[in-house]
Every structure is written in C-alpha cells, then in structure tokens.
C-alpha cells in the first residue's frame, strides 16, 4: 500500500518570504500527485496535480510543485507567500490498484502559518 | 455551476441519536467518497461508493452507514454506535481512472 508524508506539520513564514512544503510518498508503481489546500471551516480545493509531462506543475495562487521520481518526492513551492496563504495544504496520491481502481491517499498536512 | 452540495453546514445532536449528512454532486461523476476530518488531522476514508448501489468500507466505517440510490446522492448516516462522532465531515466526488478528487464544504457534527 501507498503512503504519503508530509514531513512538516507546522510552517512558520514571514509574509513575502519564499516557502517549501514537503511531500514524501512511497510507491514503485506510476502515480499521480496532487495538492489540495483547505482555508479553515471549508472544503479542500484543488492547487494543482501532476499526471505526466513536464515535471515542474504550476497551480493556483502562484504555487508550484515538482516531481522528483527519484526521491519520490512532491514538494510544493511558492516565492512570495501572503497572509491569506494561510491554510492546511494536503499532498494526496492516486495508484492503480488492481481490482479496486485508483485510490487516493492523503498526507497527514501541513499548516501554513504567515505571518506580517 | 456544477459542484458538491453538503447539508448542513453545521449539525447538533444529542447522544444516542442517528443523524444523517447529505451530499449532493451534479457533476455526473460515477465515484463518491465520505471522509471524517478531527482537529489538526488528515482526512481517513469512511465510505466510497464507485456506482450506483455498491459501495464500500474505509478505513473507519464502524459506527457509519452510507446508501447510494441514485449517482448524485451519497448519504451519510452517523449511528448511535459511533463511539465519537463530533468531527468535519467532508464528501468528495470523482471520475475516471484518475481520481482526482472534487470536495464539498463540509459538514460540522457536533455530540452535545
């Protein structure tokens, strides 16, 4: 079975200051990856999400995110980062699995704290 | 515009009752899930539906029973038997092999 983590659960960053959410996930088989982000008492939104092709993914809001298959990593990026980044962001991925078709595992999270 | 629909936003019950969370998707898609979300936690699957009349365990059923009757509608029934049901409870929709997951707003339960 596929695991993800989320190495951080809390980031601490000074508004405008560049950011790096990591994103570990074990798996041998192709995967897709996603990062979902969550503002407090609402639903998860979709930042952006790799399937293949250029390994650098660029979403919403100026993140970024790069897949490394290597280091089976997804870590999540943004330059300049802004108070109202401030949320849960979840990285999630989907393996095909026989018989059960792809199922999606989310990381534990990463609060996204920004400070003026 | 297509999207989830959750209701209601917030819910309050009384210990030993069953209640019921509705999610609503006109998006057409053939798969639905419902995850339960605690404070400064992920998200753990309780259910997952992926047609209409079949539907399967998650990670967390006990305690939780889910009917699919029709492709729009996932109910979620929060039984008495659930031994902590205050929580987010959030439903999800998907299609394809893919399974990129589309999220409603979400569903405050809370035991008084």
């Known amino acids: 079975a596929q695991s993800v983590t989320q190495l951080d659960s809390q980031v601490p960053v000074f508004e405008e200051a560049p950011v790096e959410l990591r994103c570990n996930y074990s798996?041998?088989?192709?995967?897709?990856l996603f990062w979902y982000v969550q503002y407090p008492n609402q639903g998860l939104q979709l930042l952006l999400k790799?399937?293949?092709?250029?390994?650098l993914v660029k979403g919403i809001n100026g993140f970024e995110a790069e897949f490394n298959k290597s280091q089976t990593s997804f870590h999540l990026r943004k330059p300049s980062v802004h108070i109202s980044d401030t949320a849960e962001y979840f990285c999630?991925?989907?393996?095909?699995?026989?018989?059960?078709?792809?199922?999606?595992?989310f990381g534990g999270g990463t609060r996204l704290m920004v400070k003026p | 515009d297509g999207g989830i629909t959750q209701s209601p936003k917030y819910l309050f019950r009384k210990e030993g009752q069953n209640v019921t969370l509705s999610c609503e998707q006109n998006?057409?898609?053939?798969?639905m899930y419902w995850y339960r979300q605690d404070p400064g936690q992920g998200l753990r699957l309780i259910y997952y539906?992926?047609?209409?009349?079949?539907?399967q365990k998650g990670d967390i059923a006990e305690g939780y029973s889910v009917s699919r009757e029709k492709k729009e509608s996932f109910p979620l029934t929060v039984t008495s038997a659930q031994k902590n049901p205050t929580a987010f409870y959030l439903c999800?929709?998907?299609?394809?092999?893919?399974?990129?997951?589309?999220f409603g707003p979400g569903t405050r339960l809370t035991v008084l």
């Open positions: 798996s041998s088989v192709s995967v897709y």
């Open positions: 999800a929709s998907s299609i394809g092999r893919i399974n990129e997951q589309f």
């Open positions: 999630a991925v989907s393996v095909t699995t026989r018989g059960a078709g792809n199922m999606l595992t």
């Open positions: 539906s992926q047609i209409v009349n079949d539907f």
């Open positions: 790799y399937l293949s092709g250029s390994t």
């Open positions: 998006l057409n898609h053939d798969a």
